[in-house]
């Protein structure tokens, strides 16, 4: 895919990165005078539908749900040849941060005000009417002043929707998404609770998704050991809200983002409080 662009109403400053068949740059739009970043795709083989699927979905999506915790989307400009779309640009809000991947030296504190905060963001989508679908770190971006945008809403859907194939990232997907099955906001909560689990432990929740992509082959949810379990520095309480999140029966999490929002709460003032109390 070319790197170089050229758009008329679009002053084009760099790129930014490349993300799943699409490149991302840093852009002017001359009409708003706004600085922006600019997702670009272009179709070069069948396989790129999706890619211009998804980038319509996360505008069609962005347009509905509403909130500062989302990233929003401005406009989508398709570029037609010979009477078919050959390039999409997708004009998304700039927000400087990098992803929750690339953070580091986040004490536990604040990682949990972190997932709060996307919490949050998600509940709003949820009482919108609308579902995420692939929460995971590296939709979770952090700025230096600790601000967060949750970004890519390219999988994002109404709460009851049945998808016709599976759609989701391996390590972060929950049960009834490989199924294909009706997903609503626990859809989510097993994503951010699948989230949570890597950044309090570097490691990866087992899905029904094996490393071998061999859906053949899937089996019922292993055991694996909870993050106070791999690390004693991790409150018991902590583990569980994690734990419980991640159940494979979406009956059993948390009912709603809303009371993962509020056990987040207790944690953080129980962390928070005793912070305080060993400085007096």
């Not at 211009?52 to 401005?74: A, D, M, W």
């Not at 890597?198 to 061999?214: E, F, H, R, S």
């Not at 709460?265 to 409080?273: C, G, P, R, S, W």
Request: glycine share 8%.
């Amino acid at each position: 895919m070319a790197d170089r662009l050229e758009l008329d109403g679009f002053t084009i400053i760099r790129k930014l990165g490349t993300g799943a068949r699409s490149i991302i740059y840093l852009a002017l739009d001359e009409e708003t005078g706004n600085t922006i970043a600019l997702k670009r795709a272009i179709y070069e083989k069948p396989e790129d539908t999706r890619i211009f699927e998804q980038i319509t979905n996360e505008y069609k999506v962005s347009k509905v749900v509403q909130h500062p915790y989302l990233r929003k989307c401005g406009k989508l400009i398709k570029i037609r040849k010979m009477l078919q779309v050959k390039e999409l640009l997708l004009t998304m809000e700039m927000f400087e941060g990098e992803s929750l991947e690339k953070s580091r030296n986040l004490s536990l504190g604040d990682v949990l005000l972190v997932f709060r905060m996307v919490a949050t963001g998600l509940n709003a989508m949820h009482q919108q009417g609308y579902i995420h679908c692939d929460i995971k770190p590296n939709n979770i971006l952090i700025s230096e002043s600790g601000a967060i945008k949750i970004i890519d809403l390219g999988q994002g859907c109404k709460i009851g929707t049945i998808k016709p194939r599976i759609q989701g990232t391996p390590d972060y997907i929950a049960p009834e998404q490989v199924k294909r099955m009706h997903l609503d906001g626990r859809t989510d909560i097993f994503n951010l609770g699948a989230t949570m689990y890597w950044a309090m432990t570097g490691k990866n929740v087992p899905t029904l998704i094996p490393q071998t992509n061999d859906l053949s082959a899937m089996l019922g949810q292993r055991d694996f050991p909870a993050p106070h379990q791999l690390y004693r520095r991790i409150p018991l309480g902590v583990s569980k809200i994690v734990m419980d999140c991640v159940k494979e029966e979406p009956e059993q999490r948390p009912s709603s983002m809303a009371q993962v929002i509020s056990r987040l709460d207790l944690l953080i003032h129980n962390i928070f409080a005793k912070k305080l109390g060993g400085q007096e």
